[in-house]
Each structure stands twice: as structure tokens, then as C-alpha cells.
């Protein structure tokens, strides 16, 4: 599921997929996020929300990723409120 596009840098934005939920061993709910640079989609990332790790990526700077992080974690609250409503909507 595409959940928005942001600007990294001049000309270079970024597609954020929610990919899934899942549980952890010890029940608590985490999500995959996948993102990828638009028009160059082998320029992706993966992490795990919410202990914030980055467990897959290629193409991205290290300072790419820091900005990544960021936008990760100063939206982390709303991505999982929004990924809760559109989850409660598809199984009402």
C-alpha cells in the first residue's frame, strides 16, 4: 500500500509503502516499510516499525538514511494511526 511520497532532496522523492503487520515473539505489533526512490525503485530500504531498524537497503547514502530515520521517526505516530484506520475500515 502506497502511504505518501516525500522530498529527500532537489528532484529525488521518495515512495513509503506500508508492506504488512505482523507480531513480534512477544505479541507486540510492528509494520514493514519499504522506501523507494522514485523512478529509480532499485534505490530502496527496508525497516521495522517501531523499534526503527533498518534491516535491508541499497543506494542511499549514509546521510540519505539519516534523513530517512528522521522522517521515519517524526511520523511514526501518524503512520501507525493512519495504517490502524485504513486496517479498521478494510474489516468493518
Not at 4 to 21: D, R
Not at 42 to 65: N, T, V
Not at 66 to 77: A, D, G, P, Q, V
Amino acid at each position: 500500500m502506497l502511504y505518501a511520497t516525500f522530498i529527500l532532496k532537489e528532484n529525488v522523492y521518495l515512495n513509503v509503502y506500508i508492506m504488512k503487520e505482523y507480531q513480534d515473539r512477544d505479541g507486540g505489533d510492528n509494520l514493514t516499510i519499504r522506501i523507494e526512490q522514485k523512478g529509480q525503485e532499485e534505490h530502496f530500504c527496508e525497516w521495522r516499525l517501531p523499534d526503527m531498524a533498518c534491516y535491508k537497503s541499497f543506494g542511499f547514502s549514509e546521510l540519505d538514511m539519516f534523513k530517512i530515520e528522521e522522517y521515519l521517526t517524526l511520523n511514526e505516530s501518524i503512520i501507525w494511526d493512519d495504517w490502524r484506520e485504513n486496517k479498521n475500515a478494510r474489516t468493518a
